[in-house]
């Protein structure tokens, strides 16, 4: 089977850029011998002199300029150069243009027998299999994270790749049963991937101790991993943070990832504003988007690994799947998508239970268990990448079956 492992919409954020990395890395795992795997992305709107084009274009026609976006142009990567950092693969390239230019510079590829993820109907592929992929449906659990503009576009996008697309791939089971409540039924299959928590070999480089020294960190504490989206429901640790000084038990958490939410532009300040209220300044780190090796060097040496989100789309997000791959323990919220993983997790809460929280962090705080050893770690993460990438190549392969 040759599968053409289609990048571009996967290449906008970092978490779509880890999941194209897994994608790859887990089909050469799962895939036959015989298979080919063709990585595909497009070089509209990704060439260097069509960046100065829109860039003079700007400052031709707007004013004031918006010079944070003029050297995010200019320092941003191609898609081509960020495929083959991720993937080690250089890309075949679809030229832009209309939808009939596509059709025959994609086709002319080589051929091939199935194609995705996509995360649209790609309307210029003809009539060869292709694989629809879903985040989740949070949109439909928390509208109010969203205007009313964003979740009629959302359904009105789910709707399509539901009613189209011979093949779904999802994160988790809870997102495959929002579907069906919320969209079903459905014309294709609904895959959801199993959980693939894996290490790389690299992660264990870096000395936990000088990399804890260099961002000014207690010798004890927590992490939470999360981009600053409200969501992500930090508030609660806050609580807890509190409620320890309260009760003499002062403890501490790093917390890094990108401090800003679109959708929400005053959620940081208020988060910060809470920190001064609470008088747990002392008790807070806040590192923002920092190096993965550095962030992973930090996250090996904490207590343990904090998730208090109220929405995922996958078990725990990617910082549980990444400790859970290092060999560190996890304290997550208790909502369904997380249940999926309760064999790796030391210990749940209720999302909005302060209280709840702390005495988890206590509880393992005062429990000593031995680390896995690196070659166990990555004995493991690498069955577990193995198997999903066999889930995955069989998603495709039901996708091209379906097709004929």
Known sequence: MKIALFADQLLGWQGGRDFLRILFESLKLG????????????????????????????????????????????????????????????????????????RKRFQALRDFD???????????????????????????????????????????????????APVVIVHSLDVKADLMTYFGPVQGEIIALPFAATAEPRWFQLDETKTR?????????FLC?????????????????AIARAQGQPMSVAFT??????????????????????????NCHFLGLIPKLEQIAIMRSAIAVIQPTLFEGSPGGLAVADAIGVGQRVIVSDIPVNREIQQYVGDYFPPTDAGALFDA??????????????????????????????VLRSAFAMAAEGSR
């Open 213 to 221: 020294k260099k961002y000014r960190l207690p010798e004890k504490y």
């Open 31 to 102: 895939c036959a011998a015989e298979d080919e795997i063709i990585m595909v992305t497009r070089v509209r709107r990704d060439s260097f002199p069509w960046r100065l084009a829109q860039i003079g274009k700007h400052l031709l026609s707007s004013f004031p300029y918006d010079y944070r976006w003029i050297a995010h142009e200019m320092m941003r990567v191609s898609g081509g150069k960020l495929i083959e950092r991720i993937t080690g693969e250089r890309p075949r390239f679809v030229t832009s243009g209309g939808n009939e230019s596509q």
């Open 114 to 164: 199935v194609a995705g993820p996509f995360l649209s109907p790609p309307d210029w592929i003809d009539r060869h299999a292709w694989v629809g992929h879903l985040f989740d449906c949070q949109h439909k659990r928390f509208p109010h994270f969203f205007s009313h503009q964003e979740c009629v576009g959302r359904d009105d996008q789910f709707t399509k790749v539901l009613r189209v």
């Open 257 to 282: 990832g990108q401090m800003q939410d679109d959708r929400n532009p005053g959620y940081v300040r208020g988060l910060m504003g809470r920190v001064e209220a609470l008088e747990i300044s002392d």
């Open 225 to 241: 991993s999360n981009q600053f989206w409200q969501h992500k429901n930090h508030g609660v640790i806050l609580e807890a943070l």
């Open 361 to 390: 962090m206590c509880r393992l705080r005062e429990q000593r268990s031995p680390r896995p050893v690196r070659e166990q770690l990555l004995a493991e993460g690498l069955e577990r990448r193995r198997h999903f990438g066999r």
